[in-house]
């Protein structure tokens, strides 16, 4: 079976893969270099965003590389057929993860953050505190104070409306459109879905 170069056969990628299998870092890297169009391909066909289809190449990758010690190398041949599997799965689970974030993201009533004092926040956490407060300085002042009272904090209507002076229906509106304005934001919504993976323990 020929390679992503071309240059490859099943018979000379069984002792790449047993070399591999050994822990050779460099039989790694001729693994990316040989399939690594492969991947890219199974990927560009189902997911849009460079950044997205960047993580989901290191994704498939770090998988392949914990799967060394269990590759069935009588199987050799089908490798690449794993591979594009692994891939295509790769590309669902973050699709799935992206209609999740964009389901659970800004609920009303829910905080944006389950707790924002926590005594050693996480790295995901200190991600998304960055990326909203990236956001909220692009709005303006009264705009601002709702997304800090709604969204941070978890105020409900009737808090908020009390705090800015501003009515239900007005209350209802401004969510309506930073829910809007937010889910397009790309920084955003990553910072959101690698921290809602972490509280739902890596599952999401």
Known sequence: MASESGSSTSDDLLPLLQRFAAGDEAAFEELMRRHGGLVRRVIAGRVRS????????QEVWLQVYRSRGTLDLQQHATFPRWLSTVTYR??????RRRRLVEK???AEGVPLLAETTEPEQTAETRELLAAAEEFK???K???CAFFELHFIQGLEYKEVGSRLSIGYLRCKYMR????????????????LGRYL????????
Do not use: H, S, Y
């Not at 460079?50 to 190449?57: L, N, P, Q, T």
């Not at 459109?177 to 910072?191: E, G, H, I, S």
């Open 141 to 143: 002042p009264e705009w």
């Open 197 to 204: 993976r972490t509280q739902d323990g890596g599952r999401l």
């Open 90 to 95: 790769k590309c669902m689970d973050l699709l």
């Open 176 to 191: 309506r459109v930073l829910a809007f304005r937010a889910q397009k934001n790309r920084r955003l919504m990553d910072a």
């Open 50 to 57: 460079a950044f997205d289809r960047e993580e989901v190449e």
């Open 137 to 139: 300085r692009k709005l």
């Open 104 to 106: 659970l993201a800004f």
